[in-house]
């Protein structure tokens, strides 16, 4: 992965519906935050192409 600059981290969001649904493969996102703005994690609607529809995404540690 390639270095972030200043306040700027990588993070991986990672699909919370399908956790739960036991369905195999596992959907993720790399994307970028501002870590002094944004101090809890994150949560976006997605695409997960295993479920094929739109998901809510986490951010992982």
Request: a positive charge.
């Amino acid at each position: 992965m390639a270095k972030a600059k200043g306040n700027r981290v990588q993070v991986v969001l990672e699909c919370t519906e399908q956790r739960e649904s036991g369905v195999p493969g596992i959907s993720r996102y790399i994307t970028t935050k501002n870590k002094k703005n944004t101090t809890d994690r994150l949560e976006r609607k997605k695409y997960n192409p295993f479920l094929k529809r739109v998901t809510v995404h986490r951010e992982i540690k």
